[in-house]
């Protein structure tokens, strides 16, 4: 059968693909379609056709799957900020629990091992700490401000995201109005010209304090104290910056951040620990989940008191700083140097001196360090190594090191179950067998899933 782009085909979705996107088959052919779920039987018009598969999107619902519900977001099909919207919730932690379980046992060829039960979210709504909205001109010369629709860069405005932070709207309609009667104009990544491209809000939950960052194509905002002076009036709003970004590129922020108001930083807190996070430094956007995962990885450490840790790509020193309390000794290693700023002032904030960081490359930093001690005739060794990798997850040199430093126990901690296990396989190849592997619903609404995995040395 020849399948085309725009034909349309009546059939039942049977399964999730990696991102909550719904399967279906032609004749063995697979089609992947947007904003589909498993028991819908639909009108799919082919979007693009491969050899094998191709992509699809809902034309019309024959008869939808019990496991749908109406998203509360009335732009949720249109928005990419949000994949799953319109499946339960209950039915999408399956579906994350499920995909981990998957591929650890199909791409880390693992069976054995004890999946506790996802944490899931009893509000899984305006849980986002953090939002970055783009800035562009509409067609009638109207400021856009809102999320990119999925796979493009045509702005959907939002008023109210409802997975964002419940004040956010209020913050960018006084940008909004600045920029108006300022005339100042968003960026057009077409020309390169305008200067206003990313509106940065982020709260931090525990200490209710609030930053503002406004990501511009130049050094200068006009009229910058007026803006200012508007953005104080909210109650907690601790520091308004500017970052400089002007390369064609579609990374959001640049490296230069220039400071209008406040210290650079807001202070929040995980548990009993307190942070400042800095505009470029990373920080898990879901407060109340973050405190779970952690717990998990500490669990994990299974720490006495007595143990060197490494916190690979640690940012601001967060799970670090949690795990201190209960070590000999933490060692972090993060590639942004302000990030690494704000951990060794959150050690001090917490009267923390058993914690060092360390700028650069974990792939980098490792290998260097156990190839010093060797030189110097010593065998380095660690109790517990920490790793929460982006995406891409280890380097091979960085999982080489690892084992030659015959930690106890790896705690992994991933936002990619694809390359979690992928490394878990090197590892159980090379001294180590997955126990425990505990999932983590940081991100409700999209197809994206936190796991914290325990894998230890295996006792000769
Ligand atoms: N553990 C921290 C940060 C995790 S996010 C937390 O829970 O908050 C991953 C971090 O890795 C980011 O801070 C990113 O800046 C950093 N990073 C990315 N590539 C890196 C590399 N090659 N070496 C070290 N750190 C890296």
Known sequence: MMIKKNDIYEITVTDFGNDGEGIGRIDGYTLFIKDAIPGDIIKARITKAGKSFGYARVEEMVKPSDDRVTPVCPVAARCGGCQ?????????????QNKVKNQLERIGKVKNFTMHPIIGMENPYFYRNKSQYPVTLGKDGSIQIGFYAGRTHNVIETEKCYIGTEGNEKILSVVRNHMESNHILPYDEVNHKGLVRHILIRKAFATGQWMVCLVINGKKYPNADFLVDELRQFDGMTSICLNVNREKSNVILGKEVINLYGEGFITDKIGDVSFQISPLAFYQVNPVQTVKLYQTALEYAGLTGKETVWDLYCGIGTISLFLAKSALHVKGVEIIPEAIENA?????????????????????????????????????????????????????????????????RIVYVSCDSATLARDVEYLTRNGY???DVRTCDMFPMSGHVETVVLMSKVQK
């Not at 380095?380 to 930690?407: N, Y």
């Open 84 to 96: 799953i919207q319109h499946l339960s919730y209950k039915k999408q932690l399956e579906f994350k």
């Open 344 to 408: 060794r002032n959150n050690a001090k904030l917490n009267g923390i001196d058993n914690a060092e960081f360390f700028v650069g490359k974990a792939e980098e930093v490792l290998p260097a360090y156990y190839e010093q001690q060797e030189r110097n005739g010593i065998q380095a060794t660690a109790d517990v190594i920490v790793v929460d990798p982006p995406r891409k997850g280890l380097d091979i040199r960085l999982r080489e090191t690892m084992v030659k430093m015959h930690p106890t």
């Open 433 to 435: 067998e997955l126990t």
